[in-house]
């Protein structure tokens, strides 16, 4: 009701964020969609809240670093941990309003926030059979002290919002329409098995090298949990390693690490939210 007399304000154009979306009701996205160049974005992400109106959400900048396996995230990370694919989706600038967004899911308690772009990445990314072959969605943690003070690790927000995406994309095959590659089935998100096992400090006052020192061996991975965990028994599952920022890589290649070290078979898909740009 309070959405109705007072729509919230797009962040990025101060426009009304459509209500009909704000509701959480896919039937009744109608007026995110007609208002939205990208019809088929707004459907499929309008059971989670938009955190910005449909026309800032078409206009983020996109890396499309998915098309390029030689992309510069995937040069960066190289170096420092083997992996299958690896890219970020988003480009962000200091004053952008991308920026704006992590902020409030890292800093101002915005969960939903996180949820609202780990589904707009989803849902750009899940037409091409991006997460076909993904066996499970592996957030990185943050050390739980940190997640005491924040609420909740937000990277688990940025998975359920990629599960939501899956779950509206994911038709049920008919004989007469068999499953397509864009057809993906939803994977399971499995957030105990890998854990921080000691703090470390914020990274944006350290230069590359002191990253790098900073985030080494932070991480540990229960093998049995997440084999447990899997849909399908695997010593070789394929999982999504899912990241917010990634600037140097040396958190993400910390992670890679500790869940190499247990299961040296897994392969792994990097994927973070967005990079510098
Ligand atoms: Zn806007």
Redesign the pocket.
Request: charged fraction near 15%; include cysteine.
């Given at each position: 009701m309070i959405d109705f007399l007072f729509p919230p304000r797009?962040p990025?154009?101060?426009?009304p964020i459509p209500s009909s979306s704000v509701t959480g009701n896919p039937s009744s996205a109608t007026g995110a969609a007609r208002s939205c160049s990208r019809r088929s974005l707004c459907g499929r992400i309008a059971s989670i809240p938009p955190a910005?109106?449909p026309?800032?959400a078409a206009s983020l900048p996109r890396t499309r670093y998915e098309l390029n396996p030689d992309n510069p995230v995937a040069l960066r990370l190289a170096s420092l941990t083997p992996f299958h694919r690896a890219h970020s989706h988003f480009f962000y600038t200091p004053d952008s309003l991308l920026a704006a967004l992590i902020h409030d899911f890292k800093y101002r308690f915005h969960p939903s926030t996180a949820r609202y772009l780990g589904a707009l990445m989803a849902s750009d990314l899940a037409p091409h059979g991006y997460f076909a072959d993904i066996d499970a969605i592996l957030p990185i943690p943050i050390h739980w002290t940190r997640r005491l003070r924040r609420g909740y690790s937000q990277t688990r927000h940025l998975a359920s919002g990629i599960l939501s995406t899956l779950l509206t994309t994911s038709a049920v095959p008919t004989p007469a329409f068999p499953t397509s590659p864009a057809s993906t089935p939803a994977v399971p998100i499995i957030s105990d098995a890998l854990r921080a096992i000691r703090p470390h400090r914020t990274q944006t006052a350290l230069t590359p090298a002191g990253r790098l020192q900073n985030t080494r061996s932070i991480f540990r991975l229960d093998r049995r949990l997440l084999l447990d965990a899997l849909p399908s028994p695997s010593d070789t599952p394929h999982l999504l390693l899912l990241d917010d920022v990634c600037t140097t890589g040396a958190t993400v290649a910390s992670a890679a690490e500790a869940v190499l070290d247990a299961i040296p078979g897994a392969c792994l898909t990097i994927l973070t939210l967005a990079t510098p740009g």
């Amino acid at each position: 009701m309070i959405d109705f007399l007072f729509p919230p304000r797009c962040p990025g154009c101060g426009r009304p964020i459509p209500s009909s979306s704000v509701t959480g009701n896919p039937s009744s996205a109608t007026g995110a969609a007609r208002s939205c160049s990208r019809r088929s974005l707004c459907g499929r992400i309008a059971s989670i809240p938009p955190a910005i109106c449909p026309l800032c959400a078409a206009s983020l900048p996109r890396t499309r670093y998915e098309l390029n396996p030689d992309n510069p995230v995937a040069l960066r990370l190289a170096s420092l941990t083997p992996f299958h694919r690896a890219h970020s989706h988003f480009f962000y600038t200091p004053d952008s309003l991308l920026a704006a967004l992590i902020h409030d899911f890292k800093y101002r308690f915005h969960p939903s926030t996180a949820r609202y772009l780990g589904a707009l990445m989803a849902s750009d990314l899940a037409p091409h059979g991006y997460f076909a072959d993904i066996d499970a969605i592996l957030p990185i943690p943050i050390h739980w002290t940190r997640r005491l003070r924040r609420g909740y690790s937000q990277t688990r927000h940025l998975a359920s919002g990629i599960l939501s995406t899956l779950l509206t994309t994911s038709a049920v095959p008919t004989p007469a329409f068999p499953t397509s590659p864009a057809s993906t089935p939803a994977v399971p998100i499995i957030s105990d098995a890998l854990r921080a096992i000691r703090p470390h400090r914020t990274q944006t006052a350290l230069t590359p090298a002191g990253r790098l020192q900073n985030t080494r061996s932070i991480f540990r991975l229960d093998r049995r949990l997440l084999l447990d965990a899997l849909p399908s028994p695997s010593d070789t599952p394929h999982l999504l390693l899912l990241d917010d920022v990634c600037t140097t890589g040396a958190t993400v290649a910390s992670a890679a690490e500790a869940v190499l070290d247990a299961i040296p078979g897994a392969c792994l898909t990097i994927l973070t939210l967005a990079t510098p740009g």
